[in-house]
């Protein structure tokens, strides 16, 4: 079939076999050019297939020649619809480890349920005995916890109602958006699905399994952001499971003493994810901070962040962390000339001056890449069959 986007909102229904295999196959490349890491070489990557964990996975297997295990929650293609972004990145993403010669396998799955921790450690336990390194990059809407119990996350601020700018990205305008305050169950039940939980719960499970090596560390992601983001974000309902994401980093640390394991939070740049899509006034932020970075020379994809953080932070003899204990490629974000302008832009940015400072083209071309879309070299009018294998996929 011709696969064409169709966006609804800030999702895309379809996604196309080809482009996520290119997508693939830069960051691979991307990886190859800048050189090996002496990191990790068994690797779970938890929330493997876009994002963060996809780059993460990328960067183990071409950066340190690790064999990895995957597990993420993607669809295959069914009747006509296509497969997820995820379901295509994966294929092409084992397609190409198989050719460097490297082990990959996959599960798709609920990684917050018993059943695939059972099996995630069963395949560990079979094919690779432990694992050095276990990357935790979930970001889901809901979860359904070991009480049986759905919890759903909201992005809403605590306290008060919040007001401030937006962007309608469709429209390339600005307008304005309104948040009413979460509720203290929407706060802890937030804090149940994105917080440290699952992946204290993963890090357990694991070592009570005797499936983590000596030495073993553990990353999951955060994010702070910028002063004009605080409301919504790092005050917000998400901003309070980040925090206990980070105090859970502590936990786990205490946890893997006897094997001299360590977990660290790293927190990394703002980017155009399926799951940052979805986050009101931050794909503004977002839009200005990529046309500033840009500008300077600054700006960094999931893969070149992941790459650094491996390479000049995580993979060091000392580990380089701020004074939280935490690893920052969120560093150049930050630097101060860049949130001073971003502050300014945001007191000024309207309707009539939003193309001056924003970054549309690059937002939609990031966007539409997500999901296989806007690829550079990839003949959209071709019929492409949707049905494609990932070959460890049952
Ligand atoms: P993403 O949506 O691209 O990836 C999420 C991953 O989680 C996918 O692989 C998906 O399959 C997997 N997943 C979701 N639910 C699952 C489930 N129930 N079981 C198994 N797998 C599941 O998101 P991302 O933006 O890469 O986010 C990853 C982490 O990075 C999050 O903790 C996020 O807060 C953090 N982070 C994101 C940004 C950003 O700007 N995007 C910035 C800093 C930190």
């Not at 609920?110 to 432990?130: H, N, P, V």
């Not at 889901?140 to 601020?157: C, E, N, Q």
């Not at 380089?320 to 969120?330: A, H, I, N, Q, T």
Request: proline share 4%.
């Amino acid at each position: 079939m011709v696969i064409e986007p169709k966006v609804r909102g800030f999702i895309c229904t379809t996604a196309h076999p080809v482009g996520c295999r290119e997508n693939v196959k830069n960051q691979v490349r991307y990886v190859q050019e800048k050189g090996a890491i002496a990191g990790g070489k068994k690797v779970l990557v938890l929330g493997a297939s876009t994002g963060y964990g996809l780059a993460s996975r990328i960067c183990s297997a071409f950066g340190c020649g690790a064999a990895t295990v995957g597990v993420a929650f993607e669809k295959p293609a069914s009747g006509n619809r296509t497969a997820s972004a995820g379901w295509y990145n994966t294929a092409a993403f084992e397609e190409e480890a198989v050719k460097a010669g490297l082990y990959a396998k996959t599960i798709i799955g609920d990684a917050f349920s018993q059943e695939i921790k059972e099996k995630t450690i069963a395949l560990i336990r079979a094919d690779l005995g432990q694992v050095d390194t276990v990357i935790y990059s979930i970001a889901a809407p809901r979860r359904t916890a070991p009480d049986g119990v759905t919890y759903s996350s909201v992005l809403k601020p605590i306290g008060e109602t919040y007001s401030d700018k937006n962007i309608d990205l469709k429209n390339r305008a600005v307008t304005n958006v309104s948040v009413a305050p979460a509720t203290q169950q929407e706060i802890a039940d937030t804090v149940k699905v994105m917080g440290g939980e699952d992946w204290k719960l993963w890090m357990e499970a694991l070592q009570d399994a005797g499936v983590l090596a000596d030495g073993a560390v553990t990353v999951a992601y955060s994010y702070i952001g910028p002063k004009v983001t605080y409301p919504l974000y790092r005050a917000g309902t998400i901003g309070m499971a980040k925090e206990d994401l980070e105090a859970t980093a502590k936990e786990i640390t205490t946890l893997l003493q006897p094997l001299g394991g360590h977990a660290y939070v790293s927190v990394n740049k703002a980017l155009v994810t399926q799951s940052s899509a979805a986050i009101p006034v931050v794909p503004l932020y977002i839009t200005m901070l990529f046309q500033l970075m840009k500008e300077k020379g600054l700006h960094e994809d999931c893969i070149a962040q992941i790459y650094r953080m491996y390479q000049d932070k995580l993979y060091q003899d000392v580990p380089v962390v701020d004074e939280e204990g935490r690893l920052r490629v969120d560093d150049w974000e930050l630097r101060e000339d860049i949130q001073t302008a971003i502050a300014q832009e945001w007191a000024q940015v309207n309707n009539d001056n939003i193309a001056q400072y924003a970054d549309f083209d690059g937002y939609w071309k990031d966007f539409y890449n997500l999901f296989g879309f806007a690829v550079d070299g990839v003949d959209y009018s071709a019929d492409v069959s949707a049905d494609v294998k990932i070959p460890s996929v049952e």
